[in-house]
Nanobody, 123 residues
Framework: QARLEESGGGLVQAGGSLRLSCAAFGTSENIRNIEEMAWYRQAPGKQRELVAEIVSGAAPNYADSVKGRFTMSRDNTKNTMYLQMNNLKPEDTAIYYC??????????????WGQGTQVDVSS
């Protein structure tokens, strides 16, 4: 089992920036690697949508609505992924969730979600 802990949300004015973090923790610090990482968001009254993802070490993929403004990265030494969000717009307001597929040294795996972090962008 693992868990994902998010941080970095908050209230920001349009044009501002925020950096979200999502750290993966195993029950006994036995994480081997995180194979798939993704950020999703869900705005009020809307379905959850993919924002950015990194699969198998490839370059990140981004939703068209955030291309050129958001940057996803990872730090394998900390089992952490990040989402740098620049030039934020009111339509970016949502709860942001991280999602990851985690592999452990005992060959087991876990696929789950973080608890979500609220991002509010005022106009």
């Amino acid at each position: 089992q693992a868990r994902l802990e998010e941080s970095g949300g908050g209230l920001v004015q349009a044009g501002g920036s925020l950096r979200l973090s999502c750290a993966a923790f195993g029950t006994s610090e036995n994480i081997r690697n995180i194979e798939e990482m993704a950020w999703y968001r869900q705005a009020p009254g809307k379905q959850r949508e993919l924002v950015a993802e990194i699969v198998s070490g490839a370059a990140p993929n981004y939703a068209d609505s955030v291309k050129g403004r958001f940057t996803m990265s990872r730090d394998n030494t900390k089992n952490t992924m990040y989402l740098q969000m620049n030039n934020l717009k009111p339509e970016d307001t949502a709860i942001y969730y991280c999602n990851a597929l985690v592999f452990f040294w005992d060959s087991s795996s876990w696929h789950g979600w973080g608890q979500g972090t609220q991002v509010d962008v005022s106009s």
